[in-house]
Structures are given as structure tokens and as C-alpha cells.
């Protein structure tokens, strides 16, 4: 399974942006796939996941100002970030799994993209 990720970059307090991450399998459907988030000297923290069945779970401090959403059609997922905070800044790394995960981390990463929230 390759996971690539896109949509990272700077943004100012309060602004808002979007991650994808597409995931290309040859074999069985990826089911769960997520963001988690890693800054410097800090640990990764899970942001949002999303099962192929719709079944979501989000990072206690995102909540209510992300949204993920998923087209299973074309094996990708969408973060809808809004509000974002200079804490928000952080590598964030689209993960996927077989199985069905909303609390731990699956089996597959992908290449972190950058997000800096700054004014």
C-alpha cells in the first residue's frame, strides 16, 4: 500500500485548509485511513481517522474544527481544517491499515507533509 499525501503548507490563525492522502493498493481495499501528527519534541498524536464504513474518530484537540471525509471510490481521504492554531503546526502523516483502527495506528505511512500555522 503507498499513501500519498498532499496539501500542506503556511497558513495564517484562524485560516483554513485541506489534506488529501489517496491510497494505491493492488490487492485488498484499504480500510481504515487517518492523520497523525507529529511536531518537534513532541509526540504523534492521532488527528482523525476514517473507516471505509464511514466510522470516525478525531484527536481530542481538533475536534469541532476538523472534518475528515472519504470517497472510497477513488481510495482517498479529505482533512477539512478550519480554525487552525499555532499549535496546530506539525508533520502530518496520512496512515492506512486492513483493519478496522480508530484508536491506534495502522501498518502503512506515508511521506509527512508540512503544516505551519503563523502569522
Known amino acids: 500500500v503507498q499513501l500519498q499525501a498532499s496539501g500542506g503548507g503556511a497558513v495564517q490563525p484562524g485560516g483554513s485548509l485541506r489534506l488529501i492522502c489517496t491510497a494505491s493498493?493492488?490487492?485488498?481495499?484499504?480500510?481504515?485511513i487517518g492523520w497523525y501528527r507529529q511536531a518537534p519534541g513532541k509526540r504523534r498524536q492521532l488527528v482523525a481517522v476514517?473507516?471505509?464504513?464511514?466510522?470516525?474518530n478525531y484527536g481530542e484537540s481538533v475536534k469541532d474544527r476538523f472534518t475528515v471525509s472519504r470517497d472510497n471510490a477513488r481510495n482517498t481521504i479529505y482533512l477539512q481544517m478550519n480554525n487552525l492554531k499555532p499549535e496546530d503546526t506539525a508533520m502530518y502523516y496520512c496512515?492506512?491499515?486492513?483493519?478496522?483502527?480508530?484508536?491506534?495506528?495502522?501498518?502503512?505511512w506515508g511521506k509527512g507533509t508540512l503544516l505551519t500555522v503563523s502569522s
Open positions: 496512515n492506512g491499515d486492513y483493519g478496522y483502527l480508530l484508536n491506534t495506528p495502522g501498518q502503512f
Open positions: 493498493t493492488e490487492r485488498f481495499a484499504v480500510n481504515t
Open positions: 476514517i473507516t471505509h464504513g464511514g466510522s470516525t
